[in-house]
């Protein structure tokens, strides 16, 4: 069985493998989440936005240009089995 930090590894190195590395400063682990029932892994990665100039900025949304991905681990083998656009 494949733990948590084995399921953001392995979805953290997909990452990088398949984005420029010049996006890559700009990943993120943003959730992970066990479906015990499905036996699969669910690690959102965020991608993509420039460091904002300031809280206010975040707060506002100014500036912040970032996208999620949600990447599926299979629990038991640990092997990406799916990638998807975070509609969160």
Partial sequence: MVDIREA???ATQFMCDIY???DRPKLGVEEVEHD???KHWLVTIGI???EPASTMSVVEGAG???HYKVIQ???ETGAVVAMKN???
Avoid: Q
């Fill in 86 to 88: 975070s509609h969160g």
């Fill in 20 to 22: 420029d590395e010049a």
């Fill in 73 to 75: 681990i299979d629990a």
């Fill in 8 to 10: 953001v590894k392995t």
């Fill in 48 to 50: 993509g936005g420039a």
């Fill in 36 to 38: 015990a029932e499905n």
């Fill in 64 to 66: 912040v240009d970032r």
